[in-house]
């Protein structure tokens, strides 16, 4: 057992909270900083173990109570950011909540027990999907639990402020929609300082993982000009937003803080151009299931869940090919092959 429970760091006026979690990434950042004599959060934090303890004694320790934050700005719907905003505001009924129309969509969707049902086929749905892509009918039902699992960890925030793409908040801070790593994600751009605070759509040392959990019916539909099967292009499509803002510095969500955020953004470019090109060769005459291409690129060994992730990493490629006629599929057994 590490000893790690949170640490504070000020950079260039902006305080970083970074407090550990059990996956991959490590640890989670939310930031605070004042503004026009307001102090704003981004993120909530996770709602699991003793996350919330450590939260409040980093509080402690930059002096502040959660009764002088204002605002709380949440930039996606994942647990490790969205998590705690219910206790936030219970805690503090004058804190303002701010999050995405889309993300109140599906924090409101995912948390009423009664759409549970409309949940499980939603997830159905995408289960039956990556049969297709090549998982086993087991694989899929394990698929559906995890979905209807995942939800357990969000508590229903009404937000106090719905905010939207191209919004200006207080004068200075652009609300940019950035989807790809989850259709609702927001980056949130102080335009003065042009400091970006990302989220998890750009990182300092991975790629973000892109991909989408399930959607309701009515949201897909209000969003119907969305592409929900080619997200890598809503992910590229979002990087060169942000390049266009020419940011200074990247504060994101996990990881460490970006100075060089044109290169890094260059970077996870040049990344997924490699990987289009390696899944191109791999299938190169060589029909097979977008699992196998993931299976042959990030080995067997891994567990369910980094499986799942590798084959909606492999899927975001080849659907991104697939939209460009870069590639041909044949179905065979129920299930579609990939080739180049
Ligand atoms: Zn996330």
């Known amino acids: 057992m590490t000893s790690f429970k949170f640490i504070v760091n000020e950079i260039e006026g902006i305080y970083q909270i970074k407090i550990d979690v059990p996956f991959a990434v490590k640890y989670v950042c939310l930031f605070l900083f004042k503004l026009n004599g307001k102090n704003i959060l981004i993120d909530s934090g996770l709602n699991m173990g003793n996350w919330k303890k450590k939260l409040f004694s980093a509080f402690e ?7 002088d934050i204002d605002y709380c ?10 998590g705690l905003v219910r206790l936030l505001k219970q805690k503090n009924p004058n804190l303002k909540i701010l999050m995405h129309d889309i993300t109140h969509e599906l924090l409101k969707w995912e948390t009423c027990d009664e759409n549970l049902k409309d949940l ?17 009918e087991d694989q899929g039902d394990r698929i559906v639990q995890f979905f209807a699992y995942w939800p357990k960890f969000l508590q229903y925030q009404k937000p106090d402020i719905t905010i939207h793409d191209g919004d200006v908040i207080f004068d200075r801070l652009e609300i940019i929609w950035t989807p790809g790593h989850s259709f609702d994600h927001i980056c949130i751009f102080d ?13 300092s040392r991975i790629t973000p993982h892109i991909g989408n959990f399930v959607v309701p019916n009515y949201l ?3 969003y119907k000009d969305y592409d929900f099967n080619n997200i890598l292009k809503h992910y590229l499509t979002s990087l060169d937003k942000i390049d266009n803002l020419n940011p200074k510095i990247i504060f994101p969500a996990h990881q460490e803080i970006i ?19 390696e899944i191109s060769s791999v299938i190169k005459d060589n029909p097979m299931t ?16 980094n499986s799942y992730m ?26 579609f092959l990939y080739y180049s």
Request: glycine share 4%; no cysteine; charged share 25%.
């Open 191 to 203: 335009k003065k300082k042009r400091y970006l605070f990302s989220g998890d759509h750009i990182l």
């Open 73 to 82: 700005i949440i930039t996606h719907l994942h647990t490790d950011h969205i």
């Open 220 to 222: 897909a539909e209000k």
């Open 310 to 335: 590798a084959l909606s990493e492999v899927l975001g490629h080849l659907l991104y090919l697939q939209a460009q006629n870069k590639v041909k599929i044949i179905e065979k057994n129920g299930k």
């Open 290 to 305: 977008a699992y196998k291409v993931s299976q042959i690129h990030f080995g067997e060994d891994l567990d369910e869940m």
């Open 61 to 67: 320790e930059l002096n502040i109570s959660i009764q």
């Open 120 to 136: 499980e086929q939603q997830a159905r749905k995408i289960a039956n999907q990556l049969i297709k892509y090549g998982i086993s």
């Open 259 to 277: 100075y060089n955020p044109h290169e890094r953004i260059l970077q996870i470019k040049e990344h997924h151009k490699n990987r289009l090109a």
